[in-house]
């Protein structure tokens, strides 16, 4: 269950990831359910800040959706992308598809 949904998010149930344009190697995701149905977006940088109880920092843009004015800065887009993200990154590691990187030091 994520902290601001009321749904447990599940891919192809409230999400699903839809690659990008032909030979990009980047993938949407585009929200199936819930307050933003139809929206497409594209996560951007991710970081883990550890220093931060291990919070999760990212980025995203709109690439599309219904409401033509949704943008990223819109609270509740943040808060329902941060859970999805959440549920992505979960279950990347569990099936072992993620690859997580250490910035390196200065």
């Known amino acids: 269950m ?3 949904s009321k749904i447990p998010h599940k891919e192809n149930v409230t999400y699903s990831l ?3 344009e032909s030979g990009d190697q ?5 929200f199936t359910e819930g307050p933003f149905a139809e929206t497409v977006i594209q996560y951007g940088a991710i970081k883990l800040v550890p220093e931060d109880d291990g919070k999760i920092s990212f980025n995203f843009f709109v690439e599309s959706s219904p409401d033509p004015n949704l943008t990223s ?3 509740d887009l943040q808060l329902w992308s ?17 690859q997580i990187f250490e910035e390196p030091t200065q």
């Open 2 to 4: 994520s902290l601001y």
């Open 18 to 20: 839809v690659p990008g």
């Open 26 to 30: 980047h993938w949407l995701v585009r």
């Open 73 to 75: 800065e819109d609270a």
């Open 82 to 98: 941060g859970d999805v993200l959440e549920e992505i990154l979960r279950q990347s590691l569990e099936d072992g598809s993620a």
